[in-house]
């Protein structure tokens, strides 16, 4: 059940003047709460234009609330509340497709999963796992092993890039893997040099027309001691 909050029905916008340009600038959220959209290939204006999605983390409280945002008029309306927490890319909000239907993760006791929510039905449906990107029209869901993970990303056959179908009610199968971590090791031109290095991947992006996948593989030094030449996509 979604719980309402403070910000939920107010409209916390103001106008600003930018001292060195002169231009408009408005300031579409103000509290205490750190609000912030998810990462930046990930659009936080819907298909119509007329609604944000944002993710909040209030200080000291656990998991996220997210939110989407009228753009006529500024009023916050709460989606609901996620277990999880993250401060650069929050729980992955996105709208799916052209209708009002937002995905993002949240966790639970069998571990992590992604809530579908229609602005007008309310909740969908759920996934399993999580979501960096789902595709532009809806239907396919692509994650990638947690690159925090390290007995996962040791076991390179098993870790890599995962798509998962969105199926009909929003409930789907788990995610299958169709790019594993020593799939992209064995086509890296540098695989001698690299092998022995702390290598993950990251940022499954779908294509425009979500026909491909492209990802990030790397080995950027996340642990002391684990090190080594660069990786590449």
Request: hydrophobic fraction near 35%.
């Amino acid at each position: 059940m979604t719980v309402a909050t403070a910000r939920a029905g107010r409209a916390e916008r103001i106008r600003r003047r930018d001292p060195d340009t002169g231009r408009e600038i408005w300031q579409l959220t103000r509290s205490d709460e750190a609000s912030f959209h998810s990462y930046y290939d990930l659009c936080p204006w819907n298909a119509a234009g007329d609604k944000i999605v944002f993710c909040a983390v209030a200080p000291g409280r656990a998991g996220s609330d997210v939110y989407w945002m009228d753009t006529a008029g500024g009023s916050l309306h709460l989606v609901g509340h996620s277990a999880r927490q993250n401060p650069h890319t929050g729980v992955h909000q996105q709208w799916i497709g052209r209708e009002d239907v937002l995905a993002y993760e949240d966790e639970g006791p069998q571990g992590p999963f992604v809530r579908l929510v229609s602005l007008r039905d309310g909740e969908l449906g759920r996934l399993p796992g999580t979501a960096r990107m789902l595709s532009p029209d809806g239907t396919l869901v692509a994650s990638h092993t947690p690159i925090t993970d390290e007995g996962a990303i040791a076991r390179r056959d098993e870790s890599g890039v995962f798509v998962a179908p969105v199926g009909a009610g929003g409930d789907g199968p788990a995610p299958r893997l169709i790019a594993s971590l020593q799939d992209a090791l064995e086509r890296n031109p540098r695989r001698e040099s690299v092998q022995g290095c702390h290598l993950y991947v990251k940022h499954a992006k779908f294509s425009p027309d979500g026909s491909r996948l492209m990802f990030v593989f790397t080995n950027e030094i996340l642990y002391e001691g684990r090190g080594g030449a660069g990786g590449g996509e």
